[in-house]
């Protein structure tokens, strides 16, 4: 079975904070993603990642950035957190861009 | 500009009735499309998926199908079970040569499957 773990359920920051979400996936798949999932919007692409150090802007950049040095491990960064962050963040990893997705739990960020 | 809707946000069904959840599309390049469900709490997993060149996919208690000239998907349950509660959403991507093949989601539609 893949296995897609992201690195905190849950996370409490303040305004202006730098935060780290990380998340690690077992299968050798080539593409990550990171969403946000908020209420009546779904789920809405951030930026994926189809190789080690390459990286693509997906829906909604904004506010963010990424980095993935290792196949296994994509990073989502906040450079500087607000309140419009606050929210559930998915990663997600899959061997073909175009075929299943495999999600990680989640992290639920509470931006103060 | 929303490319995959699901028009209903919540669906509320009896045991043992048929559920049928609905999502339309505005892109006629989206070639595959899935449905993933989500307990609260945790990530998506898939539930079941849909080429263009069919109308009809079947496992088990789900059938999803495509009506490509209405640009329409549905996902059928039958029977619904109080298990199935959960937030259903629909998924499209375009995997043509020269696209990147991503997943773009709809908004989601909570399923309540009432004893």
């Known amino acids: 079975d893949v296995k897609v773990t992201q690195s905190s359920r849950y996370l409490v920051k303040r305004t202006g904070e730098k935060v780290f979400l990380e998340c690690v996936q077992d299968?050798?798949?080539?593409?990550m993603f990171w969403y946000r999932q908020d209420p009546g919007l779904g789920l809405r692409l951030i930026y994926f990642?189809?190789?080690?150090?390459?990286?693509e802007k997906g829906d909604i950049p904004e506010g963010y950035s990424v980095s993935r040095e290792k196949k296994e491990r994509f990073s989502l960064i906040l450079e500087s957190a607000s309140t419009n962050q606050t929210s559930m963040y998915l990663c997600?990893?899959?061997?073909?861009?175009?075929?299943?997705?495999?999600f990680g739990p989640g992290t639920r960020l509470l931006v103060l | 500009d929303q490319q995959v809707k699901q028009n209903s946000p919540s669906l509320s069904v009896q045991e043992g009735r048929i559920s049928i959840l609905n999502c339309d599309y505005t892109?006629?390049?989206?070639?595959?499309f899935l449905w993933y469900k989500k307990y609260p709490a945790e990530g998506p997993t898939f539930l079941i998926s849909i080429s263009s060149i069919k109308d009809k996919n079947e496992d088990g208690r789900f059938t999803v199908f495509l009506n490509k000239s209405a640009k329409h998907l549905s996902l059928h349950i039958v029977p619904s079970q109080p298990g199935d509660s959960a937030v259903y959403f629909c998924?499209?991507?375009?995997?043509?040569?020269?696209?990147?093949?991503?997943?773009?989601f709809g908004q989601g539609t909570t399923l309540q499957v009432k004893p």
């Open positions: 299968m050798d798949h080539e593409n």
């Open positions: 997600a990893s899959s061997l073909d861009p175009g075929k299943t997705q495999y």
């Open positions: 990642s189809y190789d080690v150090k390459m990286k």
């Open positions: 998924a499209a991507c375009w995997r043509g040569s020269g696209n990147t093949g991503k997943l773009i």
């Open positions: 892109n006629s390049m989206f070639d595959y």
